[in-house]
Nanobody, 114 residues
């Protein structure tokens, strides 16, 4: 059983920064992907960033502004979000993938005001 708990969301002005954290518990393997997805209101969930064995992948819309990192000793993944824009407003979900299973956190709201 894997559980993911996100924290760090909130309200911020455009141009500001937030740092999201996701603490994972259960059987976690460092070689398996972890990442962040987001779902704006009324839209589909979309990839933000993933990290696998140190390799990172970003959506084009966040490249250069967001940084994903992972502390394997703490089973925690982070998302540093800088230069936030109103279009970054969404519920952000943590994700962990293991063969045959896809785990999600409960989500944390990020709202960027203009």
């Amino acid at each position: 059983q894997v559980q993911l708990v996100e924290s760090g969301g909130g309200l911020v002005q455009a141009g500001g920064s937030l740092r999201l954290s996701c603490a994972a518990s259960g059987t976690i393997f460092s070689m398996n992907p972890m990442g962040w997805y987001r779902q704006p209101s009324g839209k589909q969930r979309e990839l933000v960033a993933t990290i696998t064995s140190g390799r990172t992948n970003y959506a084009d819309s966040v490249k250069g502004r967001f940084t994903i990192s992972r502390d394997n000793a703490k089973n925690t993944v982070y998302l540093q979000m800088n230069s936030l824009k109103p279009e970054d407003t969404a519920v952000y979900y943590c994700n962990y993938q293991r063969i045959g299973n896809n785990y999600w956190g409960q989500g944390t709201q990020v709202t960027v005001s203009s």
